[in-house]
């Protein structure tokens, strides 16, 4: 059973690396950082310049806040801040013995990020990329030590979500992902171990409903909200497929979705209304309207 933040605030010695480096701080990067901040790390997170910085630093500093407010830590603000280095430096990943990537789900993005950081870091440490359906193995072909890379997959938000996905390519290191699978543990959140593929375990299968969900909107079959409702009370799914795509992002998951249709075929081919919206800039949740009006929530 996934143990709770409320738990994790009383562990201690917290199971996960001392020192920890994050590199992106949008919602999933803040989220990440979050997450080893509250199980005792000590985090620097890195942006690609000052602005972002203060801007990630401001979100991480919500998320602790609400925490703090519903009791999922017993340590104050102070005490978690002081354990929080924010900046737009490379050179804050020096003394880290993992990293985690978080940067948008471009390709040549990540190798650019993933290299930069490699660069920092000692031969011992640890490096992943929080890709949701990159190849594993294509980002580790461009890094020097392949062996300390592999995917960890976390899920928006991160304070809620109870899954992280590792990854592991052809030449992670056993020792490696059961470092990892410890590290998730500390987290209070449960592993699952996939071999690295197109659009691994979780995408895959998210994607593939999402986008046929969006194929019967488009073909009139029910509105959204029957849609969602259907695998809400029928499935016994939290979020509907649509409310879900709106969650993560219409760009996220029409990436992800051309990224699938070039490896695996037709049946991820993206709808032509999910091409259209984000055209149009309704890229969910975000832009405050997708498949919903969030604007009016």
């Given at each position: 059973?996934?143990?709770?933040?409320?738990?994790?605030?009383?562990?201690?010695?917290?199971?996960?690396?001392?020192?920890?480096?994050?590199?992106?701080?949008?919602?999933?990067?803040?989220?990440?950082?979050?997450?080893?901040?509250?199980?005792?790390?000590?985090?620097?997170?890195?942006?690609?310049?000052?602005?972002?910085?203060?801007?990630?630093?401001?979100?991480?500093?919500?998320?602790?806040?609400?925490?703090?407010?519903?009791?999922?830590?017993?340590?104050?603000?102070?005490?978690?801040?002081?354990?929080?280095?924010?900046?737009?430096?490379?050179?804050?990943?020096?003394?880290?013995?993992?990293?985690?990537?978080?940067?948008?789900?471009?390709?040549?993005?990540?190798?650019?990020a993933?290299?930069?950081v490699?660069?920092?870091?000692?031969?011992?440490?640890?490096?992943?990329?929080?890709?949701?359906?990159?190849?594993?193995?294509?980002l580790?072909?461009?890094?020097?030590?392949?062996?300390?890379?592999?995917?960890?997959?976390?899920?928006?938000?991160?304070?809620?979500?109870?899954?992280?996905?590792?990854?592991?390519?052809?030449?992670?290191?056993?020792?490696?992902?059961?470092?990892?699978?410890?590290?998730?543990?500390?987290?209070?959140?449960?592993?699952?171990?996939?071999?690295?593929?197109?659009?691994?375990?979780?995408?895959?299968?998210g994607?593939?409903?999402?986008?046929?969900?969006?194929?019967?909107?488009?073909?009139?079959?029910?509105?959204?909200?029957?849609?969602?409702?259907?695998?809400?009370?029928?499935?016994?799914?939290?979020?509907?497929?649509?409310k879900l795509?709106?969650?993560?992002?219409?760009?996220?998951?029409?990436?992800?979705?051309?990224?699938?249709?070039?490896?695996?075929?037709?049946?991820?081919?993206?709808?032509?209304?999910?091409?259209?919206?984000?055209?149009?800039?309704?890229?969910?949740?975000?832009?405050?309207?997708?498949?919903?009006?969030?604007?009016?929530?």
């Open positions: 059973m996934p143990v709770s933040e409320l738990e994790l605030g009383d562990r201690g010695e917290s199971g996960v690396p001392d020192r920890v480096g994050v590199l992106g701080g949008g919602r999933m990067g803040a989220g990440i950082a979050h997450a080893f901040l509250l199980a005792g790390a000590h985090v620097a997170l890195v942006e690609r310049n000052d602005t972002e910085a203060t801007a990630a630093r401001e979100r991480v500093l919500r998320a602790v806040d609400a925490s703090i407010t519903r009791g999922a830590t017993g340590e104050t603000r102070a005490e978690l801040t002081a354990r929080l280095a924010v900046g737009a430096d490379f050179g804050l990943f020096a003394d880290r013995e993992l990293v985690v990537e978080a940067v948008p789900e471009v390709r040549a993005l990540k190798i650019e993933l290299q930069k490699e660069a920092q870091l000692s031969a011992e440490a640890a490096l992943a990329s929080n890709t949701s359906s990159i190849s594993i193995d294509d580790a072909d461009e890094l020097q030590r392949p062996a300390r890379f592999l995917g960890l997959h976390f899920f928006n938000p991160v304070p809620a979500s109870n899954l992280v996905e590792l990854v592991t390519g052809s030449a992670t290191s056993p020792e490696l992902v059961a470092d990892a699978q410890s590290w998730v543990s500390a987290l209070g959140k449960t592993p699952i171990t996939v071999s690295d593929a197109p659009g691994f375990a979780s995408s895959r299968l994607v593939a409903l999402g986008l046929e969900a969006i194929r019967m909107l488009e073909e009139g079959v029910a509105s959204a909200s029957d849609i969602d409702a259907a695998m809400m009370l029928g499935y016994k799914h939290p979020v509907g497929p649509l795509t709106d969650l993560v992002g219409l760009d996220v998951r029409l990436g992800i979705a051309e990224y699938l249709h070039k490896q695996l075929g037709a049946r991820f081919e993206p709808p032509a209304l999910l091409r259209r919206l984000v055209a149009e800039g309704k890229l969910g949740r975000k832009s405050g309207q997708g498949f919903y009006r969030w604007d009016e929530a």
